[in-house]
Nanobody
Framework: QVQLVESGGGLVQPGGSLRLSCAVS????????MNWYRQAPGKEREFVAA???????SYANSVKGRFTISRDNAKNTVYLQMISLKPEDTAVYYC?????????WGQGTQVTVSS
């Protein structure tokens, strides 16, 4: 069984920073893509960032230059460093991984940007 445990969410003022983590455990032979998505109240879940097994990254236009995705393959963990946070970044953030055993979602972590 594969588990994804997210951490690092919280309340931050506009302009502040947060770092999200998502640790993957269980019967994993190989992790391919590791992604972050977010869902704001009343909105659909949207793509935020992705990183391949080779380290190639991609970002939603709304977060380019402010968010950085990275991964530690030895720890099966993906990170999302967020700076210059805006109120519109408020959402539940979910990690998603694609492995040889299937695809999996984390439980979500709340990020609230407010003064």
């Amino acid at each position: 069984q594969v588990q994804l445990v997210e951490s690092g969410g919280g309340l931050v003022q506009p302009g502040g920073s947060l770092r999200l983590s998502c640790a993957v455990s269980g019967s994993i032979f190989s992790i391919n893509h590791m992604n972050w998505y977010r869902q704001a109240p009343g909105k659909e879940r949207e793509f935020v960032a992705a990183i391949t097994s080779g380290g190639s990254t991609s970002y939603a236009n709304s977060v380019k230059g402010r968010f950085t995705i990275s991964r530690d393959n030895a720890k099966n963990t993906v990170y999302l460093q967020m700076i210059s946070l805006k109120p519109e970044d408020t959402a539940v953030y979910y990690c998603y991984v694609a492995t040889t055993a299937g695809t999996y979602w984390g439980q979500g972590t709340q990020v609230t940007v407010s003064s």
